[in-house]
């Protein structure tokens, strides 16, 4: 009887060993796949200057050597950044912990490689292979995006915080209309506006997307250059001007950055106390520290400055 069982027992036994191991062979070769599919959730392919590249989905240590702002804006926090960025009137505050890299289009490679980036955003295309050596590196060259609307979207869709950005889009727009009618209401329509700055011994005058206060000035307020200069200005973006020449690109109202001069300085002056704007008053004077950043923060800070100095004209 017992020798019976053995031979039922004995086929039974190699059947179940031969399930088991089939099982086991199974695990193994869907367990690579399940690793795979979740690696690929953490990460995702985008489009750049430089190609396709793969970046993480959720980056938690970002280097960044520009667009701090608008990171910022998106409650993104970068763990380096270049030192003047660190001086950003806007925001030094919120950048208090953040290491410095170099300078901007110079950073240290070695400092970046200390910080451990798992993504690396920069304006300069010049360092990428050296900085792709390290963490995927995303190129945003200057200018290419137009103004918030354009780089907060970007960002948004980059990091995957397209609600915040929609969100915060929505509260500047709001802002920047409620001060467009307040600057509508007192200043003319028509009245031309101009960007300038003081360099010393020239002048430069500037479009609406080169800071100095062309975006909250042209953009956001919907101000124009004077008329003569206007195709220049905009297209170029910049124009280096003499005193000889000032006048044409003078303005009913004219926005100056000089960290040297102020407005009783340039009244004195023979050739800009000649100049309507100056003799009505309508010089705004601010030093670089305010008027250079153009990033979305900036720009509305600079907006509030100028709508508050507009609408207290008489």
């Excluded at 793969?54 to 970068?78: C, G, H």
């Excluded at 009245?191 to 997307?209: L, M, V």
């Excluded at 923060?297 to 100095?309: C, D, F, M, S």
Aim: glycine share 6%; hydrophobic share 40%; proline share 6%.
């Amino acid at each position: 009887m017992l020798k019976q069982n053995r031979k039922f027992l004995a086929p039974l036994f190699l059947l179940l060993l031969l399930l088991l191991t089939a099982c086991g062979e199974k695990e193994k070769v869907a367990s690579p796949t399940a690793e795979q599919d979740i690696k690929e959730a953490e990460t995702k392919t985008v489009q750049t200057t430089n190609g396709e590249i793969v970046i993480p989905t959720n980056p938690q240590r970002i280097v960044a050597e520009e667009y701090i702002a608008s990171l910022l804006v998106l409650d993104v926090k970068p763990v380096g950044a270049p030192g003047l960025a660190l001086e950003n009137y806007y925001l030094k505050d919120a950048l208090k912990d953040v290491e410095e890299i170099g300078d901007y289009g110079k950073p240290s490679i070695e400092k970046i490689i200390a910080l451990k980036p798992d993504l690396i955003i920069t304006g300069n295309g010049e360092n990428y292979d050296a900085l792709s050596k390290i963490a995927p590196t995303v190129v945003i060259p200057y200018g290419e995006l137009k103004d918030a609307h354009e780089e907060l979207t970007y960002f948004g869709e980059l990091l995957g915080k397209e609600q915040e950005a929609k969100d915060w889009l929505a509260q500047y727009d709001q802002k920047i209309a409620d001060a467009k009618v307040q600057v509508d209401a007192i200043i003319p329509k028509d009245a031309s506006f101009s960007i300038i700055e003081d360099a010393g011994k020239t002048y430069y005058a500037y479009g609406d997307n080169f800071g100095r206060g062309g975006q909250p000035v042209y953009q956001a307020l919907g101000r124009k250059p004077p008329s003569k200069v206007a195709d220049e200005i905009m297209e170029k973006q910049w124009a280096e001007i003499s005193e000889e020449v000032l006048a044409d690109y003078a303005g009913d109202y004219i926005i100056l950055t000089s960290d040297d001069r102020t407005v009783e300085d340039f009244k004195k002056d023979p050739i800009w106390g000649s100049l309507p704007a100056v003799k009505n008053d309508h010089l705004y004077v601010w030093p670089e520290e305010r008027s250079w950043y153009y990033d979305p923060t900036a720009v509305l800070a600079q907006v509030e400055e100028l709508t508050n100095w507009l609408t207290n004209k008489k």
